[in-house]
């Protein structure tokens, strides 16, 4: 298991700055020693939406004596010093941000006085990517062509004279899409969203990506990897190679998968945006209902898969030229389904929750089947959910077992909980999340010591299906892209989230298996990957491939049960469909959700005794199997999560342990083990938040 640490490193009580992380100190690797780090997200080289010279500033800037004086270095030195420590550094691309800023410089324009925060001296200006591409300050920067020899040629055959403009996500009235989640509403400066469907802004991201790897970086993170679906909070994008590349998914498309209006239309010079209008659409409201709208997200999903691949290809080739590799990864931003056509494309999954809250084990089951065998990292989100409210009860001692529980749930289901090192607060509160330092230390030095028992198995005997194309009307909605800033639950839950929750109310270990749409991701799931499920649940899946639809009725045949709500794979051939519906071990549920799961609870896998809010995850060891308790129930009256006297847990494993070993951070918990066949009791006392039971062989049996 990674253990990640969100690390921007941004100032106390000031503002979260996109996209430049502030200078970097020796010290703060000691803090990262301390916290058994082993991966650094959000953490180095952001500074290319600026401009390249700026990149290279933060890589290779000399850094003043003064400085020195206190350990600062520059961030090439930052990584090394890193490594030295084992620990693996990405470099942060901001794909999707385009930044301007108010300068103040001297009258030759060779020094920076003052820059974002002007503080009325010198010469008043503007600086960043327009004025970068249009060698604007030749006595400060190197020009546009020491990066680009030939300059920049975009889809129409033009030379690029500006790339804030050239690049940008537009509306439908062609105005620039802001990126209002990073602009600090009190400052200047401005970012536009930017558009990767613009082949000009992948070469421009491309050259990013070989200075970072040139100073070092051990892995490559590509923010915003749903670039430009980004836009879509903002009533983008209708740029012209959107406009385009619709045009010509449109003319890929059979007659009758189009409005009856463009069925005998002339595509050739089709735009989107104009046809809309002409209908009284602005595609900022009413998007569900908006002509053509989900056939433009299908498009979309496309491209992002298309070129996120381009660019996390490039960033291994360009290693590979400089005789070394390097680690790509994204955000996943709340493990949304349309990254899981790009998952193949990374080393491991990063991502940012759409809201953080101290209670899921739900989303962590959902992305650990997500992420599959890869090291998953999580960093929380401030819009909308609990971080606010943490923030100001740590500050004053406060909220200890509540972030203790943050971390420890992560950890129990399958993930990684990142360490907030200085991690983002959005971008009108001026502050930074920095929890107590000791808090951080006691979390990890217990990860850390116990990390032999952590995995991606379990032995859960349940299976819960999340079908791509079945929930893409209805599952990974556009908005869900944007910041949830009132944590709002508002959205209609989908059968394979209610289903998920039940389970997980009832302490019952179980795994997602995700079925791709067979298209932009290709079913990879062998014969055998459901032979350690007892139960497949299949809520409400309208549409499954013929590979899948092969593998239920192998898991059937081999004495499975599969239990259906809804509809199930009605694109399938009768005879295929009728296979699987018709199979004296399948059980239809057309009724409500809750006959689902009640018919996995008339026989659950673990009983719980007495009744209590937690969450099981019965990992699987190459010698024994590791049973982790989570406990979510905190009293706010007493600031914690007291110790429960007695617990017993009842467990139905497929192997048979005979030795027990308790394990839990405040070394409190005591128990024994018994068992008849397969069924092993363990009861419990003084259970903490967090324990961890291992359970193991003598081989007498």
Known sequence: MERGVYFDAWFPRQHCYHPSLPPRRLRMIDDLVDYRSTILVWSALGGGSISLPYLEEEAYGDIDPRF?????????????????????????????????????????????L?????????????????????????????????????GLVNSDGEPVTDLLEECCSRDIDGVPCHAHWVECPDREHYCYTMDRNNPVWREYLKAIIRIQIDAGVAGVQLDEAELPLTSLQYGGCFCKDCIKGFREHLQGLSRHALPENLRDADLSAFHYGEWL????????????????????????????????????????????????????????????????????????????????RYRQPAWYRYVQGFTGTKPVVVVENPYGGVVPELVDKLKVGKGYDLFRMSLYEAAALGANMSVPYGAWMGSVEQDAFYPPHELCVEIQTFLADHEHLYGKNSYAETAVVYSLESNFYGGARPEQIANNTRNIDGEEQIPFWTVCEKLSSAAQPYDVLFFPDGTLRKDDLSLDALSKYRTLLLPDCPFLTEEQAVLIVHHLEQGGQVIVQGEVGLNLPDRMRENMLAHQNTRAVCSALSDVTSLVLSDPQVHVTPSADLAVNVVQLEHGAAVHIIRYDYRETDDEVPTLETLRLTLRLPDRFDTIELCDPARRLEGELSRDRNTHTLTLRNVPLYSIVYLGRTGND
């Not at 550094?89 to 001297?106: D, K, S, Y």
């Not at 003052?114 to 300050?137: H, I, M, T």
């Not at 209908?279 to 999903?301: A, H, I, N, V």
């Not at 290693?319 to 056509?341: H, K, M, P, T």
């Open 68 to 112: 020195r004086f206190y350990g600062f270095v520059n961030d090439a030195e930052f990584i090394r010093h890193c490594q030295e420590q084992g620990i693996k550094v990405f470099g942060i691309v901001f794909e999707v941000q385009g930044w301007e800023f108010p300068v103040e410089l001297n009258e030759e324009e060779d020094r920076i």
């Open 114 to 150: 003052a820059l974002n925060e002007p503080r009325g001296v010198g010469k008043r200006d503007w600086l960043g990517l327009r004025e970068f591409s249009q060698d604007r300050y030749p006595n400060l920067w190197p020009s546009f062509k020491t990066y680009f020899s030939d």
């Open 277 to 356: 209008k002409e209908q009284g659409y602005d595609f900022k409201s009413r998007r569900g209902e908006t002509p053509l709208f989900w056939e433009y997200l299908r498009f979309q999903r496309g491209a992002i898969t298309r070129y996120f691949a381009e660019l996390a290809d490039y960033a291994r080739d360009y290693a590979a030229e400089q005789g070394r590799e390097v680690l790509v990864s994204g955000n996943f931003f709340n493990i949304l389904d349309q990254y899981y056509a790009l998952e193949p494309k990374v080393d491991m999954v990063i991502t940012e929750m759409r809201n953080t």
